[in-house]
């Protein structure tokens, strides 16, 4: 059954809070609350937002306040199963798409497990080895330290934490040996290392500080902030952001709140495409319905967030 793809939210505010409004009362949204046995409720989109939240949490979190490997994947009807699929590719978290301009005055990778750190560096290189045109280069990640499934890969020996891998991805797929620069928090809670490759712009590789230190790691939005506060933002800049296809929502809103709204940047967010050849040689992660569900609720949560900023 073919779904008529759902845009993201982008652009100005009034266009953003028409984009999420768009989103989440989307045929396959409601068709995937419908399979679940939600009662769509009325009301506009802070409180509707709130509503998602509430049932998402009850239905398709499986998490249980760990880590997303640490999900459990449920057993669902094959009817389910195929709706959840089908609304996760209108939703745009199946197919990766190419970047829809050439040009960006920054592209940024965002971390994430240790095969996704090397696979979206090594898609970002791509695109830039073949047309794709940026000022800069931001790869961001944090000092997660690697669980043992990801220290068991054997492209990351000797890497500890996620950083290490985004370093290791970087000089892999620009084909840099040392850093040009390096920078250090005094605490040990940041670093920057920035590399000049040939005929590709200048990438740096962030380890971000968490916002939150003693409770949690830096997240997708800390890790943002802190390379906007050393990237001289300016009004007009556009951002290409590299990650999996699954993320692509809630990490576009994410950035739309935490980069493109403050600093009066458009923003355009990518997933790697898995049907190109590297030379990584890892498996492709296993991509189920219960996945997409986790996902779909972490894109509701981002766009509650978002529509928070605005002061909706």
Known sequence: MHVQPVPLPSGEPAAVLDGVARWITSAPLRDLVAAFGGQWPGGDSPSLLGWLDAFSATNWDFRNGGERP?????DFEPDVAALVLTSAEALGMVSAKPP??????HVLVLGGLAHACLRRTAYAAHLLHRGTFADGVGVLGSYRPLSPAER???????????????????????????????D????????????????????????????????RRAHTADTQRFWARRAALAQGDRLLVVTAPIYVPFQHCDAV?????????????IGVDPR?????????????????LQEIRSAIRSMRLLVGALGG
């Open 184 to 215: 250090d928090a005094p605490d040990g809670s940041w670093s920057v290392r920035t590399y000049a490759p040939t005929g590709a712009p200048r990438v740096a590789v962030l380890a971000a500080p968490s916002s939150k230190p003693g409770v």
């Open 276 to 292: 190109l050849a590297d030379d990584l040689a890892l498996p492709e992660p296993t991509l189920t319905p219960g996945r997409y």
């Open 257 to 269: 709140r935490t980069l493109g709204l403050p600093y009066g940047c458009a923003i355009d967010t």
């Open 70 to 74: 640490d999900a459990v994947e449920p």
């Open 152 to 182: 068991a890969l054997p492209l990351v020996n000797g890497c500890h934490s996620e950083v290490d891998v985004l370093d290791l991805a970087v000089r892999r797929a620009f084909g840099v040996a040392d850093p040009v620069e390096t």
């Open 100 to 105: 829809p301009r050439r040009d960006y005055k």
